[in-house]
Structure formats: C-alpha cells, structure tokens
C-alpha cells in the first residue's frame, strides 16, 4: 500500500495550518485555525467552539509529544509523528474527539446533520469555491440524503487519516 498518498494529505494539512508560512507550526496557529472556522460559523467563544479549541489542543500535544517539543514542528516532522502515531488507540481518541467536536460546530442549527449551507460556510475562508464544497459535500454524503450526518462525518475523517486511496471521500475534508 504506498504511503506517498498519506503524506501528501499530512502535508496539504501541515500547510493549511501554517498561516505565516514560515515553515513551521506552532499550536497558536492550530488555535487560530479553530478561532477562524468558529468565526466562519458564527460561533465564536460559544460552548462548542470552546470544545473544538480544546480538541484542537489535544491534537496539538499528541503530535508535539510525539515529536519531543512544546514550541513548533517542521513539516517533516509533522508528517513522520502522524504516520507513527496514526494508529494507536490515543490518538484514535483524540482525533476522534475533534471530529465529533467539527461535526457539532459545523451544524449550526443543531439538527444532527450538517447541510450543505452549513459545509458551505464552514469552507468560505479556506478559500474553497462553492462548487468545490459542494462537490466535497457530495462525496461525503454517501447514502445521498442530502445532508451529512455524524456517521458520514466520521468515515470521511476516517479516511482522510488512514485512506491512502487518493479517491477516498475524506480527502477533501480537511
Ligand atoms: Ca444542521
Ligand atoms: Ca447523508
């Protein structure tokens, strides 16, 4: 199974959360990246985007432990720490807290299912098209009910993090 598909996600990911550019991240720009999409979403300092920050948080000290730091990781050692960690039950944990917690954030009217309204307004500042959110949203909703629910959330994040079939419907989570 090759693994180049996975490392390019780590990296895309990587990326995305190093706003300045400068090559590394630090967990105030994974904070930062929560602050956003909670803005995104109108959601600022409510109860659920406190509880996305602090997944956010727990996602940031995994990965830092795994590479021995408090202060900022490299892309390198980013995507070696995800691949050596990707598969242990705490980590599972972890990443599984933070879906729960972008799944509850993102459904703004607390139905249980995110809508394609809502998945659109939680990509406008990753500077996603509409028509590529809607593609992505496409993917994701599996059964073809028109909405996402928990459980389709989870599979695609699932496969985001441990797919490395490039087709996988998670890749265009994150
Ligand atoms: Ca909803
Ligand atoms: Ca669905």
């Not at 993917?139 to 490039?166: C, H, I, L, Q």
Request: proline share 2%.
């Amino acid at each position: 199974m090759s693994t180049a598909v996975l490392e390019r996600k780590y990296q895309k990911l990587f990326t995305n959360y190093d706003s300045d550019g400068d090559g590394f991240i630090t967990r105030a720009e994974l904070e930062a990246s929560s602050t956003n999409l909670s803005r995104n979403l109108g959601e600022e300092d409510s109860p659920k985007a406190r509880r996305h920050a602090e997944a956010t948080g727990r996602y940031w000290d995994a990965i830092a432990r795994q590479v021995g730091t408090t202060d900022r990781i490299r892309a390198e050692e980013w995507v070696d720490a995800a691949h050596q960690i990707a598969t242990t039950p705490e980590f599972k944990q972890v990443i599984n807290e933070l879906i729960d917690a972008t799944h509850e954030l993102c459904d703004t009217d607390g139905d249980g299912h995110i809508s394609l309204r809502e998945f659109q307004q939680a990509h406008r500042a990753s500077g996603a098209s509409e028509a590529d959110a809607a593609r992505a949203f496409e993917r994701m909703d599996t059964d073809g009910d028109g909405r996402v629910s928990r459980e389709e959330t989870a599979r695609a994040a699932r496969e985001y993090f441990t797919s490395s079939d490039p087709k996988a419907a998670g890749n265009s989570f994150f």
